[in-house]
């Protein structure tokens, strides 16, 4: 009984500095509430301090659950006494603007934008930087105590430095131990000049086929870590022979000649920034040109315009009379200059000269990007050669080149494609080429089954309460961005995606290491941390809702399908929607469980006919919910199959997939035959949809 009143107190006080947490932009209520603040803080302490003296006297203590309970506890107060403190410290700025005279007027009133924590990964060529904006930010604060500059610190780190120091308790005297731990391992002067040096000596070479790419990335290599070493009291400026020659050997011959014939004194040794500025002159020039090429007009002559027909005839570099007959000219052919582009312009073709043949251009397959694998004039996803290896020697050529395994192009990764393309087969974030399939009987089962799908298709969907809504970090000034969420009151968990997250740049807190989100078929789904952040309805800057959302890699590839006729449901006309876009296919990056429904859905629910969805009211507007006709089309089809076909390769894979038992034809009895039989030939269809068939009874005797 002492337990369960413990219980109830503590969760008195969460609750309490949650509601501080959910009126922060509420500055009367939070100044209010955040009076008691350290009290609850105390209670918490010392209630939390019995429980856990209780549960281990009777045996039942559990470690990660405790401290789960204090690390969300711990997150919560520290949001709160940030605002406190931002609040305090705008309270002065606005006094001290209050006493002082504004002498400049309206300027003096513009407000700067935030500036976020900087953030560091263990890359020492980047210690410097982001020490020097900790230190500006945080550690010559004087409004911040040890212990909320120890926090700070713990949520500027990430990978390997946060490693280093998160096993010291946050506490005032362990925030100057953590950071001399920092200073140590990575303000090493000399390991910082040798990661700058070897960025120098290791850069790539400038490439002809990408001349202005490749010598840009040199140019700004170059600048960046000279400027760095010099920073570190390295004499650069003495270094100008050997940083020559490692330069110099990274060009291409015909630039090093011009820089060669460039020098005025080719016996002494040019500093190398003289270098420097010759490439950026080169770099100017190439873009230059590049630009001119781009917007250059399409030249033209003298004469009538000739028909589309006609120009598209001489493409291609040859031309033909009426009577199909070869021009046979005594003088030299005339070239006509054109602009190119990567089409054909057919209504700006220029009529030769007499005794002329007129020559037109396309760079259309030069200007492509030549193949990964084979080096011809199409993409990768084309190349039959490589569409001719094994399965493993794809991935593996995929894998040593750097392709992005989604959408087969270079320059980026999987996690960072915007193709909005995945496999058709499973669905998954890889290209088609690339799935994987299991060669085991199985195999024929799931081509039956999708047989089987297309002749019972369903006409008809389900429509999931889905909303559009303006999401950015908590307290931030930056602009709102627009995403889809899904109101789910079965989920427990509210969740986030983790290319949301990154999108974003929403601060990441660790979770606890036994939390988990089990879903469908109990598959246990490790979060990839949480975020705080603030929603409000789509277009709209009220009501504001402050929610914790775990980060998974995905939520669901679910989206809308809403017929032509949807519109015209009579109950759903004119409600203002929650999700206007609902034909779009923007994906579902939020999903808001039942920990925030509450505060979400209104009273108001419409209903319809049968078959068709309620409208249920929410403080985003109303979100549909329900059943669906379609009209059934071969896209639909194919979707079916599909979805389809990731369902059985799911149970396939599944432990338990002995117990499942799918009746693919099932057998009919004679009777079950006979009305089938008597149903194909009698049943007819009138002209407003409705079906009408012979109604058999066992004392009719027919033959069929």
Same mark, same amino acid.
């Given at each position: 009984?002492?337990?369960?009143?413990?219980?109830?107190?503590?969760?008195?006080?969460?609750?309490?500095?949650?509601?501080?947490?959910?009126?922060?932009d509420?500055e009367?209520?939070?100044?209010?509430?955040?009076?008691?603040?350290?009290?609850?803080?105390?209670?918490?302490?010392?209630?939390?301090?019995?429980?856990?003296?209780?549960?281990?006297?009777?045996?039942?203590?559990?470690?990660?659950?405790?401290?789960?309970i204090?690390?969300?506890?711990?997150?919560?107060y520290?949001?709160?006494?940030?605002a406190?403190?931002?609040?305090?410290?705008?309270?002065?700025?606005?006094?001290?603007?209050?006493?002082?005279?504004?002498?400049?007027?309206?300027p003096?009133?513009?407000?700067?934008?935030?500036?976020?924590?900087?953030?560091?990964?263990?890359?020492?060529?980047?210690?410097?930087?982001?020490?020097?904006?900790?230190?500006?930010?945080?550690?010559?604060?004087?409004?911040?105590?040890d212990v909320?500059?120890?926090?700070?610190?713990?949520?500027?780190?990430?990978?390997?430095?946060?490693?280093?120091?998160?096993?010291?308790?946050?506490?005032?005297?362990?925030?100057?131990?953590?950071?001399?731990?920092?200073?140590?391992?990575?303000?090493?002067?000399?390991?910082i000049a040798t990661?700058?040096?070897?960025k120098i000596?290791?850069?790539?070479?400038?490439?002809?086929?990408?001349?202005?790419?490749?010598?840009?990335?040199?140019?700004?290599?170059?600048?960046e870590?000279?400027?760095?070493?010099?920073?570190?009291?390295?004499?650069v400026q003495?270094?100008?022979?050997?940083?020559l020659?490692?330069?110099l050997?990274?060009?291409?011959?015909?630039?090093?000649?011009?820089?060669?014939?460039?020098?005025?004194?080719?016996?002494?040794?040019?500093?190398?920034?003289?270098l420097?500025?010759?490439?950026?002159?080169?770099?100017?020039?190439?873009e230059?040109?590049?630009?001119?090429?781009?917007?250059?007009p399409?030249?033209?002559?003298?004469?009538?315009?000739?028909?589309?027909?006609?120009?598209?005839r001489m493409?291609g570099?040859?031309?033909?009379?009426?009577?199909?007959?070869?021009?046979?000219? +005594? %003088?030299?052919?005339?070239f !006509?200059?054109?602009h190119?582009?990567?089409? $054909? =312009?057919? @209504? *700006?073709?220029?009529?030769?000269?007499?005794?002329?043949?007129?020559?037109?251009?396309?760079?259309?397959s030069?200007?492509?990007?030549?193949?990964?694998?084979c080096?011809?004039?199409?993409?990768?996803?084309?190349?039959?050669?490589?569409?001719?290896?094994?399965?493993?020697d794809?991935?593996s050529?995929?894998?040593?080149?750097?392709?992005c395994?989604?959408?087969?192009f270079?320059?980026?990764?999987?996690?960072?494609?915007t193709?909005?393309?995945?496999?058709?087969?499973?669905?998954?974030r890889?290209?088609?080429?690339?799935?994987?399939?299991?060669?085991?009987?199985t195999?024929?089962?799931?081509?039956?089954?999708?047989?089987?799908?297309?002749?019972?298709?369903?006409s +008809? %969907?389900?429509?999931?309460? !889905?909303?559009?809504?303006?999401?950015?970090? $908590? =307290?931030? @000034? *930056?602009?709102s961005?627009?995403?889809?969420?899904?109101?789910?009151?079965?989920?427990?968990a509210?969740?986030?995606?983790?290319s949301?997250?990154?999108?974003?740049?929403?601060?990441?807190?660790?979770?606890?290491?036994?939390?988990?989100?089990?879903?469908?078929?109990?598959?246990?789904?490790?979060?990839?941390?949480?975020?705080i952040?603030e929603?409000?309805?789509?277009?709209k800057?009220?009501?504001?809702?402050?929610?914790?959302?775990?980060?998974?890699?995905?939520?669901t590839?679910?989206?809308?399908?809403?017929?032509?006729?949807?519109?015209?449901?009579?109950?759903?006309?004119n409600?203002?929607?929650?999700?206007?876009?609902l034909r779009?296919s923007?994906p579902?990056e939020?999903?808001?469980?039942?920990?925030?429904?509450?505060?979400?859905?209104?009273?108001?629910i419409?209903?319809?006919?049968?078959?068709?969805?309620?409208?249920?009211n929410?403080?985003?507007?109303?979100?549909?919910?329900?059943?669906?006709?379609?009209?059934?089309?071969?896209?639909?089809?194919?979707?079916s199959?599909c979805?389809?076909?990731?369902?059985?390769?799911?149970?396939?894979?599944?432990?338990?997939?002995g117990?499942?038992?799918?009746?693919?034809n099932?057998?009919?009895?004679k009777?079950?035959?006979?009305?089938?039989?008597?149903?194909?030939?009698?049943?007819?269809?009138?002209?407003?949809?409705k079906?009408?068939?012979?109604?058999?009874?066992?004392?009719?005797?027919?033959?069929?």
């Amino acid at each position: 009984m002492e337990l369960i009143q413990l219980v109830f107190e503590r969760d008195v006080c969460i609750n309490s500095i949650q509601r501080m947490a959910d009126c922060i932009d509420n500055e009367a209520e939070f100044r209010v509430r955040s009076r008691e603040l350290n009290n609850i803080k105390k209670q918490f302490q010392s209630i939390q301090g019995k429980i856990e003296k209780h549960t281990a006297k009777k045996g039942e203590f559990n470690q990660e659950d405790h401290l789960a309970i204090r690390d969300k506890f711990d997150n919560l107060y520290y949001l709160v006494q940030i605002a406190l403190d931002n609040l305090k410290i705008n309270i002065r700025k606005n006094s001290a603007h209050v006493a002082t005279p504004l002498c400049h007027g309206l300027p003096s009133r513009l407000k700067l934008p935030t500036i976020s924590l900087p953030t560091f990964r263990g890359d020492v060529t980047e210690w410097n930087a982001f020490y020097d904006l900790f230190k500006s930010l945080v550690h010559d604060n004087e409004d911040l105590s040890d212990v909320q500059r120890f926090r700070y610190l713990l949520l500027s780190l990430r990978d390997e430095p946060l490693n280093l120091i998160k096993s010291f308790p946050a506490t005032d005297s362990n925030y100057q131990n953590a950071l001399t731990v920092l200073i140590n391992r990575y303000q090493n002067k000399r390991i910082i000049a040798t990661k700058h040096f070897d960025k120098i000596f290791d850069a790539e070479p400038v490439n002809d086929k990408n001349l202005k790419q490749s010598l840009k990335s040199i140019i700004n290599i170059c600048h960046e870590n000279l400027t760095a070493l010099d920073s570190l009291d390295f004499p650069v400026q003495q270094w100008s022979f050997p940083l020559l020659n490692i330069l110099l050997r990274k060009i291409p011959s015909s630039i090093r000649r011009r820089f060669e014939l460039s020098l005025k004194t080719p016996s002494e040794v040019p500093p190398v920034s003289e270098l420097l500025d010759f490439l950026e002159k080169e770099l100017a020039a190439l873009e230059v040109m590049s630009a001119a090429k781009d917007s250059a007009p399409l030249a033209t002559t003298s004469g009538n315009l000739r028909q589309p027909a006609t120009a598209a005839r001489m493409v291609g570099g040859s031309a033909h009379s009426s009577s199909s007959q070869r021009i046979v000219s +005594s %003088t030299p052919p005339t070239f !006509t200059r054109t602009h190119f582009n990567s089409k $054909i =312009n057919n @209504n *700006s073709y220029t009529k030769p000269p007499a005794h002329s043949v007129s020559f037109h251009n396309s760079t259309k397959s030069n200007s492509k990007r030549p193949c990964y694998f084979c080096n011809e004039s199409h993409t990768l996803n084309n190349c039959e050669s490589f569409h001719n290896l094994d399965l493993k020697d794809r991935k593996s050529f995929i894998k040593e080149n750097k392709v992005c395994s989604n959408c087969l192009f270079k320059n980026h990764d999987t996690d960072s494609c915007t193709s909005r393309y995945n496999c058709r087969i499973c669905s998954q974030r890889h290209h088609t080429k690339l799935h994987e399939t299991n060669d085991n009987p199985t195999h024929n089962l799931v081509a039956e089954i999708s047989r089987f799908s297309k002749n019972t298709l369903n006409s +008809s %969907t389900v429509l999931l309460t !889905t909303a559009l809504i303006n999401i950015k970090p $908590i =307290n931030s @000034n *930056s602009q709102s961005n627009v995403i889809r969420a899904l109101i789910d009151q079965g989920s427990q968990a509210t969740l986030i995606t983790e290319s949301c997250v990154q999108r974003l740049g929403l601060q990441r807190f660790r979770t606890s290491t036994s939390a988990t989100v089990t879903g469908i078929g109990d598959k246990d789904n490790q979060p990839r941390g949480y975020v705080i952040c603030e929603i409000t309805p789509y277009n709209k800057s009220e009501p504001k809702l402050y929610i914790e959302a775990l980060i998974l890699n995905k939520i669901t590839s679910y989206v809308p399908t809403i017929p032509s006729t949807f519109e015209t449901i009579p109950h759903l006309q004119n409600l203002p929607l929650a999700d206007p876009e609902l034909r779009s296919s923007r994906p579902i990056e939020l999903l808001l469980g039942s920990d925030y429904t509450d505060r979400i859905l209104l009273h108001n629910i419409v209903k319809g006919p049968l078959g068709t969805p309620v409208a249920i009211n929410s403080i985003f507007g109303f979100l549909f919910n329900g059943r669906i006709h379609l009209i059934q089309s071969a896209s639909h089809q194919r979707f079916s199959r599909c979805r389809m076909l990731v369902l059985i390769n799911w149970i396939c894979k599944s432990k338990s997939f002995g117990k499942v038992n799918l009746c693919l034809n099932p057998a009919l009895t004679k009777e079950e035959v006979l009305c089938e039989s008597i149903y194909q030939h009698t049943y007819s269809r009138d002209s407003t949809g409705k079906y009408t068939c012979l109604f058999h009874s066992k004392k009719m005797h027919l033959t069929w």
